[in-house]
């Protein structure tokens, strides 16, 4: 027998086997989702031998993560994991999560790559497996240290079962200034800030006037950004001009970058690739002029790694650096291409040979 009470405004549930009595809060004041946390709460008892530990099915552990892990999650993560739910679910599904080995995670490889699934795709449907077994160490399932997804994700990285490359794309000084030759006034106006700025292409689109601090020459982010963390952009003197003039244009939108009847844009794309095509330049994406600003800062301003990871509302240093990284290889090549043939590096100095 099993039931719901409330404690408080925080929904509770009960449950009764062998004369013994089983409590546990249901962290909601919501009855639906109390009612549902119930159920997954019950198929955990049973799973578990009812206060002992037990084989746990991956299905019970799969609904017990959708139910308590996603809801922590932003909703664009949860909403990937939830596409590589549906992938384990239907190759694990008959299994216990200490069941799952390396012959497994080997035949779940095999199968996605036999219909068509790209290396990168394979290893974050492996990460969601691997956020799986986490859970169950938290929820003392499983024992710490029982996740076969680590080390069998380092063994295939040799064969090839590995992220995709980092993109490069960044505009030189030369294609900027052509491709805002070729841009027509809003869209050139979104590059310029996008450039200047940094600011993600959605930060940018949901830009409020409230947000940008002309007396300054800053933006204030929101916390609703990839990071959730808030941040302030400065804000040079061409983008403050811009932002100046949008503001005053259309004074009864709450958005900078609004259309006349004061609802926000709701994408740049086509404005840049039709300037793109017009520019004669090679193929990039919004995403790309947020490099450049990184680029330009690192490089041309002389910035530190650190600095920029601030700038960029990166979640940390390590991000920045694995993004950038690139930008030390293509200084290095242009050293060694400066160099001319026969002369030596390192400060040593050709000896004179005696007449």
Request: with cysteine.
């Amino acid at each position: 027998m099993a039931t719901i009470y409330k404690r408080g405004k925080t929904w509770w549930a009960r449950a009764q086997r062998d004369n013994k009595e089983f409590r546990k809060s249901l962290s909601t004041r919501d009855r639906p989702t109390a009612e549902k946390r119930l159920r997954v709460w019950l198929d955990e008892l049973d799973a578990t031998g009812w206060g002992g530990r037990s084989r746990i099915p991956f299905g019970t552990a799969a609904r017990a993560f959708i139910v308590e892990y996603l809801p922590t999650l932003k909703p664009s993560s949860a909403t990937r994991y939830g596409v590589s739910l549906k992938w384990l679910s239907d190759h694990f599904g008959d299994l216990t999560m200490d069941a799952v080995g390396r012959e497994e995670l080997s035949a779940f490889e095999s199968q996605r790559r036999a219909m068509g699934t790209s290396a990168p795709t394979i290893r974050r449907d492996l990460a969601c497996l691997s956020s799986i077994f986490s859970f169950c160490e938290d929820k003392e399932w499983l024992d710490d240290g029982k996740s076969p997804v680590p080390g069998f994700l380092k063994r295939r990285a040799k064969r090839g079962l590995v992220e995709s490359p980092g993109k490069r794309r960044y505009l030189s000084v030369e294609e900027e200034e052509k491709l805002l030759a070729a841009a027509g006034g809003l869209t050139r106006d979104a590059i310029c800030v996008a450039i200047d700025t940094g600011l993600r292409k959605e930060e940018q689109l949901s830009l409020l006037r409230t947000q940008v601090d002309l007396k300054r020459g800053m933006i204030e982010t929101t916390e609703d950004t990839k990071s959730g963390k808030k941040r302030w952009v400065p804000l040079p003197a061409r983008s403050a001009q811009i932002l100046a003039q949008r503001i005053k244009a259309n004074n009864q939108s709450f958005y900078v970058f609004a259309h006349d009847d004061g609802s926000r844009f709701t994408t740049f794309d086509n404005g840049l690739r039709s300037a793109i095509r017009r520019a004669g330049i090679a193929k990039m994406s919004w995403h790309d002029l947020r490099r450049t600003a990184g680029c330009r800062w690192l490089q041309r301003d002389r910035r530190s790694m650190e600095e920029v990871s601030k700038l960029l509302g990166h979640s940390s240093i390590a991000v920045t650096e694995k993004h950038y990284a690139f930008l030390d290889e293509e200084t290095v090549a242009q050293d060694v291409s400066r160099t001319k043939p026969g002369t030596r590096t390192g400060g040593q100095r050709k000896k004179k040979t005696a007449e």
